[in-house]
């Protein structure tokens, strides 16, 4: 057993670590402070391969997998996570595009969605709920060969920027009255579909997220994604694997930033006449970080190489929950090693936090992460 | 046209509390020390990349490859595929424990000696241009690019901040069928200086000539089709005498760390008052030879 990354996946990852800290890692707090979604650095993304990562080379994408767009996730995260919530978000739509869209709907949008010029967007969660996907109200009603959706969607990442969001919607009713969920495509600027308010958000700043309004939007029948009908499986799947790895991935960047920035303060920072890295209790500290981000390091490329496999099981959940968890007592620990530079918005340490608690109800809550990690136990074990 | 970049590893910055020196040989140990791609090679693969470019647009017909060549232990193969996915075409590395311990001396003969063996390998009669960083982040003496031309037998010029492929016509008039002429630029103190030279020559290029592109994923995937080839000291056959150790006339004396402390004094104690202090700080001043 071998839990090295290849060479031309060090090589990559160092790739997207000295593009992080050039372009990235000057700007992140000012994009937290300000609240403010740079979309300028789209296209550098996308000329850097990270938009499209994991999408084949005949559709402008670098053709690697998983394993590499977690690389990429992470890296971004370790800045910016709330720019990694763009690149991730997008990626969720562009998965359900690559494995259930049509030829034509790959040849037409996918390119884009490599280089840059297009942001992807996919849709589920509304006021209702987010993890009751069986319970979404979103209509979508087939007449000839045009959809007419009517609904709103809440908390969705890339609200306010996507040129494409896929978007799952309820088409009918079986014979015991349970929904039918179709996945549709939509595109910025199809008339009667537009983003609403935008959430003012606790932390991951520097993404878009808020709502989206559809009031009778027509949509061809080509933009379906995946066989009508089968929208359930297809958010599920996209959510529970693209979706968790990614978050995992984002989180252990989370984590990245508590490991390092808690190491560094406690080398420089001298209490009593030595460097506080001497004392105990924040060595005790310290080595609660890294244990937490090597599980998480483990956890993460196990899922994002369990993906690139096709494996599927609680592994995803396992390491969402494990990790969200883990990145919010990261965050805690630095925070209090720092003591009051960790409270002050001059430091990281704060917008780790709030990144952190930002990223527990992504992709599922660590109670749903749970949820499916019993019953998959119940069942094997 | 066919540019050669010289690029060498250099060990990481950021892991320089890592590095070990061998105490009898005084020198790094490469072999563990964790590298990266010195940045003025970075710059030197860059401007041939960029000319390449250049050249390419200019015509549709004109082709420009750019190979990478190295010398250095084979766990830096990887700096190599990084030239690659960088967008060199190609890539030598100059790999054998007997050209260890080389001063910038049996370096530059090595190279040089490598670069011929390219050019016989890739049945070529000359570069047309190589280039190289102008020292570099370890070492930073200089030597090695200037050696490799003389060498060779080729004009250089050194501390290059600027790099122009002009055509000359047959009246010395500018024109996109004309010769080749190396126009490359170099600032001195008081000036700035441009050279002109037909092609071949080397040039050392400095950092400041340009800002190295990104490795993009799609790079690092068309990196995999590039050729690498790496070539011990069976392949290129070199007299042992004038490689390694035992080719370099250089030897290093003493390793010492400098004392870099600063010590300060407490005037108040010494003197008394504030402004007593103030007084002696001032007299201290003007002894050093500043104030009036």
Redesign the interface.
């Known amino acids: 057993m071998d839990f090295r990354f290849t060479?031309?996946q060090?090589?990559?990852r160092?790739?997207f670590a000295?593009?992080a800290k050039?372009e990235i890692a000057p700007y992140a707090a000012k994009w937290d402070e300000e609240d403010y979604v740079p979309m300028g650095i789209v296209p550098k993304l996308g000329?850097?391969?990270?938009m499209g990562?994991f999408v084949p080379?005949e559709y402008g994408g670098?053709?690697?997998g998983h394993v590499?767009r977690c690389m990429?996730l992470e890296e971004v995260a370790r800045y910016s996570a709330g720019l990694a919530m763009m690149v991730f978000t997008h990626h969720l739509g562009v998965a359900a595009i690559l494995d259930y869209g049509t030829e034509e709907q790959k040849q037409k949008w996918l390119p884009g969605m490599c280089d840059g010029s297009c942001v992807c967007g996919l849709a589920v969660t509304e006021p209702g709920g987010g993890s009751d996907v069986a319970g979404l109200k979103t209509e979508a009603v087939l007449d000839g060969d045009t959809w007419t959706i009517n609904g709103r969607k809440c908390f969705i990442t890339n609200s306010h920027c996507a040129g494409v969001t896929v978007v799952t919607c309820k088409s009918g009713e079986d014979e015991k009255g349970r929904a039918i969920m179709t996945t549709i495509a939509i595109e910025k600027g199809t008339e009667g579909f537009a983003p609403g308010r935008e959430e003012n958000k606790l932390g991951l700043k520097g993404s878009f997220t808020g709502e989206l309004v559809m009031n009778d939007v027509k949509v061809p029948v080509e933009n379906t994604v995946g066989e009508i009908g089968k929208g359930m499986p297809i958010t599920m799947k996209e959510l529970g694997e693209v979706g968790r790895a990614s978050m995992s991935a984002i989180e252990l960047g989370i984590l990245r930033g508590c490991l390092e920035d808690a190491v560094k303060f406690a080398k420089e920072r001298i209490l009593y006449g030595k460097p506080i890295s001497k004392l105990q209790a924040i060595q005790f500290k310290i080595a609660d970080i890294r244990c937490d981000y090597e599980a998480a390091r483990l956890m993460t490329y196990n899922a994002a190489a369990m993906k690139d496999a096709g494996k599927v099981g609680a592994e995803f959940s396992m390491a969402k929950y494990f990790i969200s968890e883990a990145a919010v007592r990261a965050a805690r620990n630095l925070s209090e090693i720092m003591g009051g530079y960790g409270v002050v918005n001059e430091y990281a340490a704060g917008r780790y936090l709030r990144d952190a608690i930002c990223c527990l109800p992504s992709c599922g809550t660590s109670e749903i992460q749970k949820m499916i990690i019993a019953g998959e136990t119940l069942k094997k074990w | 046209m066919v540019i050669l970049v010289l690029v060498k590893p250099v060990p990481d910055p950021e892991k320089y509390n890592e590095i070990q020196i061998d105490p009898q040989t005084k020198r790094i140990l490469r072999q563990d020390a964790a590298a990266v791609l010195d940045p003025a090679s970075k710059c030197a693969l860059e401007e041939a990349l960029r000319i390449k470019s250049e050249v390419e647009a200019a015509s549709g017909d004109a082709r420009c490859e750019v190979i990478a060549l190295s010398m250095a232990p084979q766990t830096n193969?990887?700096k190599i595929?990084?030239c690659l996915?960088m967008g060199a075409d190609a890539g030598y590395l100059l790999s054998d424990p007997a050209f260890g311990g080389a001063d910038t001396y049996a370096t530059s003969y090595v190279l040089a000696e490598g670069a011929k063996a390219i050019l016989a390998a890739e049945e070529l009669d000359a570069f047309d241009l190589i280039i190289a960083g102008n020292e570099s982040a370890d070492g930073a003496t200089s030597h090695v690019p200037v050696q490799v031309a003389e060498w060779l037998g080729l004009p250089h010029l050194a501390r290059v901040c600027e790099l122009q492929i002009q055509r000359e016509g047959a009246e010395g008039q500018e024109g996109a069928g004309g010769t080749p002429v190396i126009a490359a630029t170099k600032k001195t103190e008081e000036m700035l200086l441009t050279f002109r030279c037909e092609e071949p020559a080397l040039v050392a290029v400095t950092r400041d000539i340009n800002k190295p592109r990104?490795?993009?994923?799609?790079?690092?995937?068309k990196a995999?089709k590039k050729p690498l080839t790496i070539w011990t000291n069976d392949d290129l056959k070199l007299d042992e005498a004038k490689i390694g150790a035992a080719g370099s006339p250089t030897k290093a004396g003493e390793l010492m760390t400098p004392d870099l402390s600063r010590g300060g004094r407490d005037l108040t104690e010494e003197d008394g008052s504030a402004a007593d202090a103030a007084k002696a700080i001032l007299a201290l001043l003007r002894k050093e030879g500043l104030g009036a």
């Open positions: 060479e031309e060090e090589l990559l160092s790739a000295d593009f050039e000329e850097m391969g990270i990562v080379e670098a053709g690697l590499e990429a | 193969r990887d595929l990084e996915a990104h490795i993009s994923a799609m790079g690092i995937v995999r």
